[in-house]
């Protein structure tokens, strides 16, 4: 049997993440909150936010329109990760990486959009 192979900074993980700090939305069944979208890969996510859910909790994560629920699997301080339920669509990872990409760009599409929301 072929054990599973780390690289450099992945650690234990499988999948590399993406450097993020988008702001974004946590959802729980009894309360909402922002968070700061830290890192993200298919499989999850690192947020940061003023009071983390307890571990094992289900929680809808919200990025610009893209959304997945997920599973609180860490706490520590005002960080926690989230193991998503579902892989995250490649075309979600690729939004999200054009975003920190290009950022002073998607803060202009998002205000002429919504601009053109009010007229």
């Given amino acids: 049997m072929i054990g599973r192979?780390?690289?450099?900074?992945?650690?234990?993980?499988?999948?590399?993440?993406?450097?993020?700090?988008?702001?974004?939305?946590?959802?729980?069944?009894?309360?909402?909150?922002?968070?700061?979208?830290?890192?993200?890969?298919?499989?999850?996510?690192?947020?940061?936010?003023?009071?983390?859910?307890?571990?094992?909790?289900?929680?809808?994560?919200?990025?610009?329109?893209?959304?997945?629920?997920?599973?609180v699997a860490w706490v520590r301080g005002s960080r926690c990760g989230i193991r998503f339920a579902a892989p995250l669509e490649v075309r979600a990872l690729e939004r999200l990486r054009w975003i920190v990409e290009h950022g002073s760009d998607h803060e202009q599409n998002s205000l002429t959009h919504a601009t053109a929301v009010w007229r």
């Avoid at 650690?11 to 069944?29: C, I, K, Q, S």
């Avoid at 830290?38 to 809808?60: D, I, K, M, Y």
């Fill in 5 to 71: 192979k780390t690289f450099g900074k992945l650690g234990n993980r499988a999948m590399a993440r993406l450097a993020t700090d988008l702001d974004a939305g946590l959802v729980l069944p009894e309360r909402s909150a922002r968070c700061i979208v830290e890192n993200v890969s298919r499989t999850g996510c690192r947020l940061q936010l003023s009071e983390p859910p307890r571990v094992g909790a289900t929680v809808l994560v919200r990025v610009e329109r893209i959304e997945t629920l997920g599973s």
